[in-house]
């Protein structure tokens, strides 16, 4: 299986702060990457598929990039609404497989 | 819009059964694989199960293969996941999520929507 690595695990951030979340593959996918936010007590929201795509309804301030194995989330300008758990997740290879998640909390 | 309802949690015994169902909404729902994707508590992502559109093929994680069937019923529109063989490490909240690309299969894909979840505790 392929093991996706997000770092940090955990940050801590202010609104109106510029984030970047990084997440490696154990090989390389591609841009077979997804991005995915989730808030506690709801279910995941995609954000970005395709390493950079970004999904309909999605704030622009959300980007993605990267290709191969080591891809980038970048949230800009930080909104109270953005402060939840980001996860990536590889959809190269059976079985699909996700990063362990980044936790942002307000500093 | 495009929405997913999961149904069908709740507390089993190890060892016992259950049957989750996820009912569609909003979409075509026979031009769209399906997945079964859970997590447990307070823990990251597993993707448990995926079937094409069609029903002609199904896949497992190798955690639940030869416990858990996937199924499908297009003219109502409801996802399945049968679950024997229960074991506590089962336990996890249970989402349903669609395949974001018609007609397509299990790789070069993503998930969108997903449900809120059913949860599921496997206890004595």
């Known amino acids: 299986d392929i093991q996706m690595t997000q770092s940090p695990s955990s940050l801590s951030a202010s609104v109106g702060d510029r984030v970047t979340i990084t997440c490696r593959a154990s090989q390389n996918i591609s841009s077979y990457l997804n991005w995915f936010q989730q808030k506690p007590g709801e279910a995941p929201k995609l954000l970005l598929y395709t390493a950079h795509r970004l999904q309909s309804g999605v704030s622009s301030r959300f980007s993605g990039s990267g290709s191969g194995a080591d891809f980038t989330l970048n949230i800009r300008s930080l909104q109270l609404e953005d402060f939840a758990t980001y996860f990536c997740?590889?959809?190269?290879?059976?079985?699909?497989?996700f990063g362990g998640g980044t936790r942002m909390e307000i500093k | 819009q495009v929405q997913v309802v999961e149904s069908g949690g709740g507390v089993v015994q190890p060892g016992g059964s259950l049957r989750l169902s996820c009912a569609a909404s909003?979409?075509?729902?026979?031009?769209?694989?399906m997945h079964w994707v859970r997590q447990a508590p307070g823990r990251g992502l597993e993707w448990v199960a995926f079937?094409?559109?069609?029903?002609?093929?199904?896949t497992y994680a190798d955690s639940v293969q030869g416990r858990f069937t996937i199924s499908r019923d297009n003219s109502k529109n409801t996802l399945y996941l049968q679950m024997n063989g229960l074991r506590s490490e089962d336990t996890a909240m249970y989402y349903c999520?669609?395949?974001?690309?018609?007609?397509?299969?299990?790789?070069?894909?993503?998930?969108?929507?997903w449900g809120q979840g059913t949860l599921v505790v496997v206890s004595s």
């Open positions: 909003g979409f075509t729902f026979s031009d769209y694989a």
């Open positions: 997740q590889q959809s190269y290879s059976s079985p699909p497989t």
């Open positions: 079937i094409r559109n069609d029903a002609t093929n199904e």
């Open positions: 999520a669609k395949s974001g690309l018609r007609f397509a299969d299990l790789l070069y894909n993503y998930f969108a929507p």
